[in-house]
């Protein structure tokens, strides 16, 4: 039976406190989308006499949509179909056909990877790309992972999330509490939260009463049907913790006595048998993982799950949280755009926690395509949106990039069939793993590290990047002899624009100084170009 404690009459007053609205004082939930997210930050915009940056160019937009949507720069050919495109609907054209397409669901799981796995060393991805061709909704993923049931083949290594923090069920009960629901509640593990009001001790060890039976025996995790959490209050009284919600919903479970000797006995032997065999143990009758699973998706409890995937997806595409830290999702820290915050979730709820939908809504909205330029003064605080914001490329989608920008522009176009392309993109993009994994996933401050300078100075793999060969940008550019059409080759493969009026002279006049040695004018202009601010960004 579910019940409400004093503390989800609090959190209760929590959404009241963030400004949420009551469901039909939003916009319709049948309006698109796109619109939603307009209307909501123009009207920020206005109230506060913000104006807004000005649309990107069009060169510029399909960098950002295919780095964001695809992981990766678009081709050359890519960028001169778009901007030479005289099409009105030509940006939801080039959306849906990057997210039909196999690097869509590539950069997904990378992304989803990077958020679910932060600090461990473990890895979901291949888990995720199967779960993401198969359009699997988010709701499905959660209860997959945290069920860790890999019975099935599609749900082979599902269990690493789980499995790379059971050693540490602290560290567990906080990770389930970030990562799917937006709340960080470590600061309530030793006493109540000094400086939020809705976390308490009984939360922490609440959560953590769902977790702590969850163990691993060989190969495979396993849970028992007992074991309860106990802890000490500030004033130094033992208490038994409830399984408790973040909402402060608590669950009565059955009486789960803790075995007799001779049962523990009974139980070692059996999963001493288990691990032998390599088979998973039998699963108990009452998991309290499901029951976190199905207690957190229920309606009056699904707030949280709703409210963290979107922002989590927002902070990818824009760079920026609707709620800030993403971790920290609680009275004392509301939204900056409550309502959105709140129609965008219901929207995710009402569509079956649909990821797909969820994104290319939020990219083919105006304020995703404002330009990242601010030319008069210093530029509005990031919570208005009024401008793009500057994000350094991930790990992957730099090694994917760099690969394609050194690859000839002629392998990308006719007569290839755009299968093959794509086939050949995809590629690339598991070719680029070899650079992503030598370097660290940047965070909102950004920081060239050590290994990232060594890597872009004189190693082996970028030598690899850099070297000639039939199907590479260097050989292509030595083919042609005027200096001012290697340029633009250069510049249209890496940049993924036409060149700014000085460049073909000041570049084209580097390339002279090289005349006696052209290969190597023609591979510095390209290092110097991959190693840019420019290229190093995603803008």
């Avoid at 799917?180 to 060890?205: E, L």
């Avoid at 409830?242 to 001779?262: I, Y």
């Avoid at 143990?281 to 699904?302: D, T």
Wanted: with cysteine; aromatic share 8%; charged share 30%.
């Amino acid at each position: 039976m579910l019940r409400f404690s004093r503390w989800a009459i609090a959190v209760f007053g929590v959404l009241v406190g963030h400004g949420y609205a009551a469901a039909d004082d939003l916009l319709p939930a049948d309006k698109p989308m796109e619109e939603v997210v307009d209307h909501y930050l123009d009207a920020k915009l206005a109230a506060e006499g913000v104006k807004a940056a000005p649309a990107t160019d069009d060169a510029n937009l399909i960098r950002r949509l295919t780095l964001d949507l695809v992981g990766r720069i678009p081709t050359p050919a890519e960028t001169r179909a778009f901007v030479e495109s005289t099409e009105a609907d030509k940006r939801v054209k080039l959306v849906d056909r990057l997210m039909a397409s196999p690097g869509f669901v590539w950069h997904q799981a990378n992304e989803l990877d990077s958020m679910m796995m932060a600090g461990s060393r473990g890895s979901l991805r291949e888990y995720l790309r199967r779960a993401l061709k198969a359009d699997t909704s988010w709701d499905q993923i959660f209860r997959e992972v945290l069920l860790a049931d890999e019975s099935d083949a599609s749900r082979k290594g599902v269990s690493e999330f789980l499995k790379q923090r059971v050693r540490d069920v602290d560290r567990l009960t906080n990770d389930v509490s970030t990562t799917f629901f937006g709340v960080n509640v470590a600061c309530a593990k030793c006493h109540d939260h000094p400086r939020v009001r809705d976390w308490k001790q009984d939360h922490f060890y609440g959560m953590k009463s769902f977790l702590n039976r969850t163990f691993e025996n060989g190969e495979f995790l396993a849970e028992r049907g007992y074991g309860s959490v106990k802890f000490k209050t500030t004033a130094g009284t033992e208490k038994q913790a409830k399984f408790m919600f973040l909402t402060g919903r608590t669950l009565d479970v059955p009486d789960a006595k803790e075995p007799s000797g001779e049962e523990q006995k009974k139980e070692r032997k059996a999963l001493e048998e288990a691990k032998k065999n390599k088979v998973a143990p039998p699963r108990p009758e009452f998991s309290a993982r499901a029951q976190l699973v199905e207690l957190s998706l229920q309606p009056g409890e699904r707030d949280f799950f709703a409210r963290s995937i979107v922002n989590r997806t927002w902070n990818r595409f824009f760079g920026y949280g609707l709620v800030m830290p993403l971790d920290q999702m609680h009275s004392e820290n509301p939204s900056v755009h409550p309502e959105l915050l709140q129609w965008l979730a219901r929207d995710t709820v009402e569509h079956g926690y649909n990821l797909r939908r969820l994104m290319r809504g939020l990219v083919l909205s105006q304020a995703y395509a404002r330009s990242s330029r601010w030319e008069s003064g210093e530029p509005p605080r990031p919570q208005f949106f009024a401008v793009a914001l500057v994000r350094p490329l991930t790990p992957s989608q730099l090694g994917a990039s760099m690969w394609v920008a050194v690859t000839d522009p002629a392998q990308f176009g006719e007569p290839a069939k755009p299968e093959e392309v794509e086939k050949r993109l995809e590629g690339m993009g598991d070719r680029g793993q070899g650079i992503a994994q030598a370097l660290s996933r940047q965070g909102e401050d950004y920081q060239i590290g050590v290994s990232e300078a060594l890597l872009m100075s004189n190693s082996d793999r970028l030598k690899d990047v850099l070297a000639e060969g039939g199907d590479r940008l260097i050989n292509r550019m030595l083919q042609t002899k005027d200096a001012n059409e290697r340029v633009e080759l250069a510049v249209r493969s890496i940049f993924s624009r036409a060149p700014a009026d000085d460049e073909p002279s000041l570049l084209g006049e580097y390339l002279k100084t090289h005349e006696d040695r052209p290969a190597e004018g023609c591979r510095q202009l390209i290092w110097a170009m991959l190693t840019s601010a420019e290229f190093r960004f995603n803008y």
